[in-house]
């Protein structure tokens, strides 16, 4: 089984695309993830996920938590990143034991801080991602062990300790969003919410205090009306939208 946490699809891509070439299957970590896991010997388990601030998500690490993993099971991960991972996977590897981790890079999606990417160059990283998914596929059918191919960075160690506290502590507040008078009510945001931290009332979206910032609410908003504060307003969206065709043809069109 895979499991995997994403809130703008790159890492659904990612997980659905290895259940497909692997053969496995794969499910959404959300608070309705039927929990405690056991992994049985002889059985597959497989970890994907976006990395916030160069460490894993707190909900991936509250999931970690609840799983049993015996010995003789074959276990990997798979983390994505706009850049670079800093010691995301090692912190990781000290939780449970991992016989093979990579990280993509795929497109930066935290529209808190930067610009949504352009087409061509989203496109660009998920086609480079799509070659090296295939090779991840094999390794794990073949069941490698040893692999750890992670992009980490430059000055890891203060990026993954320091600046992982930091915006778990200050930057996960869910005080920020607000929405404009195009809201419709929809309910897409409450729908999405992998924590259950927004509830639709008089037909408006209110947040919790349990935000991941995963950002699913403000990219997958169909009007758009949702923002962060004012750092979103001028930035673009993006949510994982290609084809098949689009990924795998060179001269197709975005």
Request: glycine share 8%.
């Amino acid at each position: 089984m895979i499991y995997y946490f994403s809130g703008t699809g790159n890492s659904e891509w990612v997980a659905k695309s290895l259940a497909e070439q692997t053969g496995d299957s794969c499910t959404r970590i959300t608070l309705d993830t039927q929990l405690p896991v056991t992994v049985h010997r002889g059985e597959t388990f497989g970890l994907v996920f976006p990395v916030y601030a160069w460490n894993m998500p707190a909900m991936v690490s509250d999931f970690l938590k609840n799983v049993c993993v015996e010995a003789g099971a074959y276990t990997y991960a798979v983390c994505t990143c706009g850049a670079e991972a800093g010691y995301t996977m090692r912190v990781l590897k000290a939780r449970m034991h991992m016989d093979c981790c990579w990280s993509l890079i795929m497109p930066d999606s935290y529209i808190v801080a930067f610009q949504a990417e352009e087409e061509t160059q989203a496109l660009a990283k998920v086609r480079a991602a799509a070659v090296q998914l295939r090779d991840i596929a094999s390794h794990i059918q073949n069941r490698d062990t040893g692999c750890f191919e992670v992009t980490v960075g430059s000055f890891p160690f203060l990026k993954t300790f320091v600046g992982s506290h930091l915006f778990n502590k200050y930057a996960r507040s869910a005080k920020p969003f607000h929405t404009s008078y195009d809201c419709t009510g929809c309910g897409v945001c409450e729908k999405f919410c992998p924590t259950k931290n927004i509830v639709l009332a008089d037909g408006m979206p209110f947040w919790d205090e349990n935000c991941q910032q995963c950002l699913g609410c403000i990219q997958r908003c169909p009007k758009k009306a949702i923002d962060y504060g004012k750092s979103t307003k001028k930035h673009g969206r993006y949510v994982f939208h290609y084809t098949k065709e689009q990924i795998e043809g060179e001269d197709s069109e975005v």
